[in-house]
């Protein structure tokens, strides 16, 4: 800390992986559940065609059916937006045979229609036909009934069309327990506990089923909502068996799964073409859930895999809305640990739980290295980058150089004068035939 012309400069603590210091006295540990989802039954401001339900089913819920006339306005919902970005609307909706349109609308912009699918069930779909580029600070959403053909409507979500910061969210680094992956059926050899990346040993190295048919599943149950961005893939280290494709399923707060689809279609996922390549696929749009199931298509010798999920959970400021609800636990000290760290006695610190780390141990960033092709991951309080070696840039060093830059980051700029190809690490010229030169400058003498 400095002090210049009555000026303070505070600095911040560099973030500790294992211990963190706080003077906040507490009683619980507690994280906020996702926030970013709100119940549609409890808008900000009703409008004509706003009326609610109760379901008739055990478990009681709320829920609202537009009973108004067309353009007829349902309700307002605001959103508290933490980051400037792009943002998706997703909502909860039960359809039936017609398909139903709503209308969604963003602060003043103009109205969109929403052309929900058909499907006698509650399902979370996605507005993809709208992206909304919004700043941070409050936002209002305003639904519009259009043709609601008796759509029910429970919970609307405003997520980010792509994380500012992301981490792997625990398979790899065991934050993500074994009984929190099963198999449709399991290898004795190769059961789901061992799905996790990089995972290596005999009859530890991956899940395999026990058959080979299009039934297999490897399902992963974490235990709060994450924002689910990129999956990366391994086939099994020990047998050589591995996924050559995949489809997604996914499942938030004991929702129906649903498959995940992109335009409109099922996305199959292109896996792996070996036991041990890692392949990274990324989701053109986010989803938010905390069941993912992971559908074998195609595969050689078995379906095997070994699995990472990379995104953010949904307590670590991704997206907001007021007065989200929190879960705690009791504890005795003077310090929140969040749910990641043992509650400390009184002038203890928080003694975070392997793979976090932060003010209040709710930061996993770069205990899994995220950066590939020998990048180093740095971390922060609350994100992370990645320092590429040369020939790489991108969030996670995947991407190589374009044509014409080289050297860590692609920062520089190849002097091959036209006339050559660069050497994407250290910037080295290949000329082409009749040059020569260390920049391809010189025309060969001829003959």
């Not at 045979?97 to 229609?113: E, H």
């Not at 006698?120 to 580029?133: K, P, S």
């Not at 989200?324 to 928080?350: F, H, I, K, Q, R």
């Amino acid at each position: 800390d400095a002090a210049i012309d009555d000026v303070k400069v505070v600095c911040d603590p560099l973030p500790s992986a294992t211990t963190v210091s706080t003077a906040a006295t507490c009683q619980t540990n507690s994280y906020r559940i996702p926030a970013c989802i709100t119940r549609l039954d409890t808008p900000d401001v009703p409008g004509p065609a706003f009326k609610t339900y109760q379901s008739t089913s055990a478990i009681k819920f709320d829920y609202l059916r537009p009973s108004g006339k067309k353009l007829d306005i349902i309700g307002q919902w605001h959103f508290s937006v933490p980051t400037a970005g792009r943002y998706v609307l997703w909502i909860r909706a039960y359809t039936f045979s017609t398909p139903p349109n709503i209308q969604a609308q963003m602060d003043s912009a103009a109205a969109q229609t929403w052309f929900l699918p058909t499907g006698h069930r509650w399902q979370w779909i996605a507005f993809t036909g709208q992206i909304y580029n919004i700043n941070r600070g409050t936002h209002t959403v305003t639904l519009r009934q259009f043709n609601s053909l008796g759509v029910r409507l429970r919970q609307i979500i405003l997520l980010p069309k792509q994380p500012v910061t992301f981490g792997a969210l625990g398979l790899q680094s065991q934050i993500i327990s074994d009984g929190a992956l099963s198999g449709s059926t399991s290898d004795s050899n190769a059961q789901a506990r061992y799905g996790r990346l990089h995972g290596s040993g005999a009859g530890q190295g991956g899940w395999a089923s026990q058959v080979a048919d299009n039934a297999q599943s490897l399902t992963i149950t974490l235990t709060r909502p994450a924002l689910i961005y990129q999956i990366a893939t391994q086939g099994r280290q020990d047998v050589a068996q591995w996924t050559k494709s995949f489809q997604l399923s996914f499942g938030l707060q004991k929702s129906n799964k649903q498959t995940y689809v992109e335009s409109g279609a099922i996305r199959t996922f292109t896996a792996n073409t070996d036991q041990n390549t890692v392949k990274i696929n990324t989701l053109s749009t986010p989803i938010l859930a905390d069941v993912i199931v992971i559908n074998p298509r195609t595969w050689s010798g078995r379906p095997a895999l070994r699995v990472e999920l990379y995104g953010d959970y949904s307590d670590s400021g991704l997206c907001s809305s007021p007065g989200a609800p929190v879960l705690s636990e009791a504890c005795s000290g003077d310090a929140n640990c969040s749910m990641n760290g043992n509650c400390p006695t009184s002038g203890v610190d928080c003694s975070c739980s392997l793979g976090y780390h932060g003010q209040r141990c709710t930061s996993n960033y770069c205990d899994v290295d995220l950066c590939i092709n020998n990048g180093t991951c740095m971390a922060g309080v609350s994100s992370f980058h990645c320092n590429c070696t040369a020939g790489w840039f991108g969030v996670t060093c995947s991407t190589p150089c374009p044509t014409g830059l080289f050297g860590p980051g692609c920062t520089q700029r190849c002097q091959c004068s036209n006339r050559g190809t660069c050497d994407a690490k250290f910037g080295r010229c290949t000329c082409d035939p009749g040059y020569a030169g260390s920049s391809c400058a010189s025309r060969c003498p001829t003959d």
